[in-house]
């Protein structure tokens, strides 16, 4: 097991879509039935399995974020039924038929991927996509979805369905947004009427939505989070933490400096999205082992490339040890773009961190 899919057939005719699958799309494995072998499986990297599928599919659906099946619906149905155990951790499953024509989203359509699976595997093979899901076929925002794609996170799931049945209902709307990304609207069509996007959350408050989808990297105040009373909060990946440390300071102290400076500048953790330093701490366990809790990326530079920003507290001593004349300033300011920073420079015990948000 090497991708994110697996691509099973049991057909002459569907060995030849899986096959084509298993070029086309990206991160997939191909499983077919051995006495379809054309000999060449070894060297592309497919599975040959014997015997029924029935038997390998509890393995499969277990193991890949996705399943992508061309076998009849009824068939998958009747399998994977007693497999079934949540939306929130069961794998996408897609179905094609044997010719090619119909790509089915099946399980999973929004939380698991399989609508834009579907998409995706109806495009490389030309054939129709199918999907059901409400919010899909009235072409409106998928609030279980929504900025998945950019990587924003929830901060709670409990309005989720209630937001959503306000959406695909039609009623008053509001989406407020303070950072990330701009371009989730992704339809060739207009937002619909019901949907109305606001400069504040006071805004949106004096309108009185029947939902909200707010998305910022701030902490709400008391009287802003009145619009989550039947709202979503979403996290975008926007801020970005420079660290410098001296050598062995343990993970415990540079996560609490973290923690510490977010809560003073009222940001939320979850969104941040890397831990940058330089190339010399790019085995620093303590950072290491922070980046890895929180699913941070990583990201080191040389003194080079930290020399190249202009930076407004340059520092010899640090120089003369590093050979660059900043390390946690320069390194926020190189991955987010930022021309400012929300925090320079700030030291604490054995950490000096710097704060960027990136600006879409």
């Known amino acids: 097991m090497k991708g994110q899919y697996a691509v099973v057939a049991i057909t002459k005719h569907g060995v030849e879509i899986a096959r084509k699958l298993g070029v086309r799309l990206p991160s997939s494995d191909v499983y077919y039935m051995n006495k379809f072998a054309k000999g060449d499986e070894e060297e592309k990297g497919i599975q040959l399995f014997e015997g029924s599928v029935r038997l390998l599919l509890p ?74 899901t409400a919010s899909d076929v009235q072409k409106t925002i ?59 959350i006071d805004e949106a408050l004096k309108d009185k939505p029947a939902a909200a989808l707010i998305v910022t990297h701030r902490i709400l105040s008391d009287r802003e989070k009145e619009i989550l009373k039947n709202g979503v909060l979403y996290r975008p990946k926007v801020i970005v933490l420079g660290i410098g440390c001296n050598r062995g300071t343990s993970a415990s102290e540079i996560e609490a400096v973290i923690q510490e400076t977010l809560h003073e500048l009222s940001f939320s953790i979850k969104s941040v999205k890397a831990l940058c330093t330089i190339d010399l701490k790019k085995d620093e366990q303590g950072l290491i082992e922070v980046a890895n809790k929180y699913g941070w990326e990583f990201v080191y530079y040389s003194p080079e490339e930290l020399n190249s920003v202009e930076l407004e507290l340059p520092s010899e001593t640090v120089f003369r040890y590093t050979g660059a004349y900043g390390v946690s300033e320069p390194a926020a300011k190189l991955y987010s773009g930022a021309k400012q920073l929300e925090v320079v420079k700030k030291k604490s015990g054995n950490v000096t961190i710097s704060v960027a948000l990136i600006r879409y």
Do not use: C
């Not at 499953?93 to 119909?102: G, T, Y």
């Not at 089915?104 to 699976?117: K, R």
């Not at 998928?142 to 309005?159: A, C, T």
């Not at 947004?177 to 949907?195: A, F, R």
């Open 142 to 200: 998928p609030v279980d979805l929504f900025g998945r794609r950019f990587g924003w996170v929830w901060e709670s799931e409990e309005n989720l369905t209630p937001v959503s049945a306000a959406v695909v209902n039609e009623e008053k709307v509001a989406i407020v947004q303070e950072s990330g990304e701009k371009d989730w609207w992704h339809y060739d069509t207009p937002l619909p009427s019901n949907i109305q996007v606001y400069s504040s």
């Open 59 to 132: 393995s499969l659906f277990s193991s890949y974020r996705g399943l992508i099946l061309i076998i009849s619906l009824g068939a998958v149905v009747r399998m994977i039924a007693p497999l079934l155990k949540d939306k929130k951790t069961d794998p996408a499953v897609v179905v094609i038929d044997d010719k090619a024509e119909h790509v089915i989203s099946v399980l999973s359509g929004h939380l698991g991927g399989a609508n834009e699976l579907t998409r995706e595997v109806a495009a490389i093979l030309q054939a129709r996509p199918v999907i059901t």
